[in-house]
T-cell receptor
Framework: AQRVTQPEKLLSVFKGAPVELKCNYS??????LFWYVQYSRQRLQLLLR??SRESIKGFTADLNKGETSFHLKKPFAQEEDSAMYYC???????????FGKGTHLIIQP | NAGVTQTPKFRVLKTGQSMTLLCAQD?????MYWYRQDPGMGLRLIHYSVGEGTTAKGEVPDGYNVSRLKKQNFLLGLESAAPSQTSVYFC????????????FGPGTRLTVT
């Protein structure tokens, strides 16, 4: 079965510092990868998906099939980036997303 | 468009009670999903539906039932609530398959005492 691993439960960095949230996946086929963000007590919102290769709110993520990773990066963290971040995988068909356990990102002033 | 809405927002149940959570979407999406979110566990899929009148089991279906009598609504039922079902429940929908984003509802916070 497919699996998504986010090794950091909590990541704390200072404002202006670079941020990297790690995501690794296990699946033998070609999945779609996503990053979702959840601000305090709000619904999940799509941040990025690998097929669009776009940058949202300064975040980027590159799918590395050799390392089965989809790390989320931002060069200069801002306080409003503080949130829960979930990496998710979709293997196709009508199945739902498989989520990692999430990383709580805290940006300190 | 309201997007994906969920009712109720909060609920407290006693063990053994039953309740139904309602998810509604006004985007004419075919696919709908119910997830539960627990601390340290991320989101896990409970049940999903690929269209009106269809349902399928997800990763953690035990203790829940679902129905999709109308395309816009997806109901999640707890017949006999247990403390282990204390969670935040999120509904999601999406238009189609590959490349289509899942849109999430605001969540229902359920506590079972």
């Amino acid at each position: 079965a497919q699996r998504v691993t986010q090794p950091e439960k909590l990541l704390s960095v200072f404002k202006g510092a670079p941020v990297e949230l790690k995501c690794n996946y296990s699946y033998s086929g070609s999945p779609e990868l996503f990053w979702y963000v959840q601000y305090s007590r709000q619904r999940l919102q799509l941040l990025l998906r690998h097929i669009s290769r776009e940058s949202i709110k300064g975040f980027t993520a590159d799918l590395n099939k050799g390392e089965t990773s989809f790390h989320l990066k931002k060069p200069f963290a801002q306080e409003e980036d503080s949130a829960m971040y979930y990496c998710a995988l979709l293997i196709g068909g009508a199945d739902g997303l498989t989520f990692g356990k999430g990383t709580h990102l805290i940006i300190q002033p | 468009n309201a997007g994906v809405t969920q009712t109720p927002k909060f609920r407290v149940l006693k063990t053994g009670q039953s309740m139904t959570l309602l998810c509604a979407q006004d985007m004419n999406h075919e696919y709908m999903y119910w997830y539960r979110q627990d601390p340290g566990m991320g989101l896990r899929l409970i049940h999903y539906s690929v269209g009106e009148g269809t349902t399928a089991k997800g990763e953690v279906p035990d203790g829940y039932n679902v129905s999709r009598l109308k395309k816009q609504n997806f109901l999640l039922g707890l017949e006999s609530a247990a403390p282990s079902q204390t969670s935040v429940y999120f509904c999601a929908s999406r238009r189609g398959l590959a490349g289509h984003e899942q849109y999430f509802g605001p969540g229902t916070r359920l506590t079972v005492t």
